[in-house]
């Protein structure tokens, strides 16, 4: 009679009342401002998750190197303690010279030049080229272009002759403050401004929301609009993660994704337009325009950097890039 009663309770239980699964646990994890275009854009993909897939999975967000920062993201990812990321494309040499295109300073006139490279089936097949390393590119998401900032006014080239910059880990953006005569210092982002105050380094390059987010201009009274490289992001997770998401529910998150990236896309040219402005605005750095003839010298000076990687780069993703600008 017991064993009966047992019986009974657990076909109830299994027939008649929901289950509930856990949910898919999503820790989505970069290293700036949540008022950015990737920290917005982690928000707005945590928020269509919530609204349109309920219980199924859950996006946790973790804005400012706060659960990760550069030097271990990657290596966090690996061992599934963080599922998404989207690190600068600058950051992944160590998995492929590929993406290193993108840092190829004066190679895109501006951010939607890159935006038309990265509609190119070239570009779709970046995403694809970490597949050995486990790493999934799902999108490009972007900031936009970057400008030189130092302790001292940069208006020529010449000007940055024995200055050490702050780099993202990049061989190409090492070579591109040689060509200056200028040394660079790979630096975790979350650790820039604190380098920037002590001295370690006496400039940088970023894009106006990263410098306005970060508060650069409390160390750099000279911001150069130079407009000479553009900060890239590729939004990934790991391979054998994501291909262990159910079919359906993969499908739906990679919709979300290309909604998202949409937006992020869109929001990236205000938002560093608005940088600039508050920047502007703040007063603490002095803003220095450059006239043609001028920004053409950084042209020049930095140039060479595309033979110089062509054959790491790949002479046909170089050549597509070379493609898209409207000149
Ligand atoms: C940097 O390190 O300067 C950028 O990659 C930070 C970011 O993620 O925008």
Known sequence: MKYLSALCLSFAMLF???????????KFSHVVAEDTPKGRGALLFQRLVAERMGDAVKVEVYPNSTLFGDAD??????RGEVQMLAPSV??????????QVFDLPFLFDDLEAVKRFQRREKSRQLLR???SH???????WNNGMKQLSANRELRAPADAKGLAFR???????????????AQA???????SLKALQAGTVQGTENAWSNMTAAGFDQAQPFITETNHGSLNYMLISSSSFWQSIPYATR??????????????NKDAEQLNRQGREQLAAAGKAHLIGLSKEERAAWRVAMQPLWKQYEAEIGADVLRAAQTVNRR
């Not at 210092?185 to 650790?191: C, D, S, V, W």
């Open 16 to 26: 008649s009342m929901p289950v509930h699964a856990e949910p898919i646990l999503i």
């Open 73 to 78: 993201e990657m290596a966090a990812l690996k």
């Open 90 to 99: 600058s950051k992944f040499e160590s998995y492929t010279k590929q993406l």
């Open 129 to 131: 080229s970490m597949a």
């Open 134 to 140: 486990d790493i999934y590119g799902l999108a490009f």
């Open 167 to 181: 780099i993202q880990a990049s061989s190409v953006l090492e070579s591109q403050f040689a060509a200056l005569g």
């Open 185 to 191: 210092k790979r630096i975790p982002f979350g650790e």
């Open 251 to 264: 499908t739906e998150l990679e919709s979300i994704v290309e909604e998202v990236t949409a937006q992020v």
